[in-house]
């Protein structure tokens, strides 16, 4: 990729590409003073920008251009004094145009397939073993749950060391009230309703929490013979049918937070009483939804900051939401040896009721990690895989 023309127009340098099919590209003034790769702006070792805010001027100018290398280069002399020397490889894989931009939107995660009841047959399915094993396997693993919201794992051994292992394999175990993992087993006296054998009504994780644990993994040891599906279902595809027929609820949805909150005495923290805020839906910067939270069983029952005249508006809202989801649910009964991992803020998951004779018993182990350490290991494979290069 070289340059054929370099030049400035109304604050911003353009670059004539010599591949004729490539359409020229610009650069504004401020963004490339402040991208400056020497060793003085910034350093190649831990890749970061030395440049201080302090010393950027917001109305710096490009005095110079000069081509070198044959046009594999453009130097830059500004009107602060300083030059800059940019390759027209970073520079072409910077571009301002739209659909490099949303190339570059990926690193910061894949884009949603929303899905129904229709992805009853086409749950991705992993095998455990080969996760553990192959890199490739690993980030396709990964990406479905960024993708889906939703995959399965065969072939765990059944003990209680495999969450820890692969969770190793992507960063390490979220901890929370519960410890780093927690037993999913009846309780005579439960701090959870998971420890009990009845119906679960569909939720999220931990919305009790400012910051609720991301994605969720399950792994079923043993199995009730009677009952025990889990339903799961994509609170995404939810919402966005909310939103086209129903703006009012949608709105709802968005804007009221619910109170939320949990007690207990575990061993990983004591006593605890945890309690937060947050609207059913929260939406990102691209007005795209971000994550959900929804869990009736920690819904506050004693306090609530929600207005009197929401009230009741609030529970038709989750009503609805959660009348849709049931709709577009799908069932899976885990075997001994399947793990469902699943995003815990987009996949709401429930339980049908189960029954365990004399001697039975039926054991989840559980356990988190967050999207920050996923995309992390996503970006380091495909580096590692592919040679994908981010700076």
């Not at 929804?294 to 009741?312: A, D, Y």
């Amino acid at each position: 990729m070289k340059i054929r023309q370099a030049y400035t127009e109304d604050g911003y340098i353009i670059i004539v590409w010599q591949d004729t099919h490539l359409s020229d590209d610009k650069y504004p003034y401020v963004y490339l003073r402040d991208c400056c790769l020497c060793t003085t702006c910034f350093n190649h070792d831990s890749k970061q920008r030395m440049f201080l805010l302090n010393d950027l001027d917001v109305e710096v100018k490009a005095n110079e251009l000069q081509l070198e290398k044959e046009g594999e280069c453009v130097s830059i002399e500004w009107s602060d004094g300083h030059r800059s020397t940019f390759e027209s490889d970073w520079l072409r894989k910077r571009s301002f145009k739209s659909d490099e931009i949303h190339k570059r939107e990926l690193l910061y995660g894949e884009e949603h397939v929303s899905w129904g009841k229709e992805f009853q047959s086409s749950i991705p399915t992993f095998n455990f073993q080969k996760v553990m094993t192959d890199d490739q396997e690993l980030l396709d693993w990964l990406l479905s749950i960024d993708k889906f919201g939703l995959t399965v794992l065969t072939n765990v051994p059944c003990n209680d060391q495999q969450l820890p292992l692969l969770a190793g394999r992507v960063a390490y175990l979220k901890k929370n009230p519960f410890g780093e993992t927690f037993t999913v087993i009846s309780k005579a006296k439960p701090t959870n309703l998971a420890y009990t054998p009845v119906n679960l009504g569909f939720h999220t994780d931990q919305s009790y929490l400012g910051y609720p644990p991301e994605i969720q993994m399950l792994q079923c040891i043993k199995q009730a013979k009677v009952g025990g599906e889990n339903l799961l279902a994509d609170s995404f595809h939810a919402v966005k049918i909310i939103r086209e027929k129903h703006p009012d609820v949608f709105q709802i949805l968005t804007s009221v937070p619910i109170d939320s909150y949990a007690t207990g005495n575990e061993k990983s923290v004591g006593m605890f009483h945890a309690a937060y805020r947050h609207p059913v839906v929260r939406m990102d910067a691209h007005d795209t939804i971000h994550s959900v939270f929804l869990n009736p069983g920690s819904r506050n029952v004693s306090t609530t900051t929600v207005p009197l005249e929401m009230i009741k508006p609030l529970y038709a809202a989750i009503k609805l939401l959660n009348t849709i989801l049931n709709e577009n649910m799908v069932k899976y009964k885990m075997a001994k040896g399947d793990m469902l991992a699943f995003n815990n803020n987009r996949v709401l998951h429930a339980r049908v009721s189960y029954q365990l004779k004399e001697g039975e018993e039926r054991h989840l182990e559980g356990g988190y990690f967050d999207w920050d350490e996923a995309r992390s290991r996503i970006r380091v494979l495909r580096e590692t895989l592919f040679g994908e290069r981010y700076f």
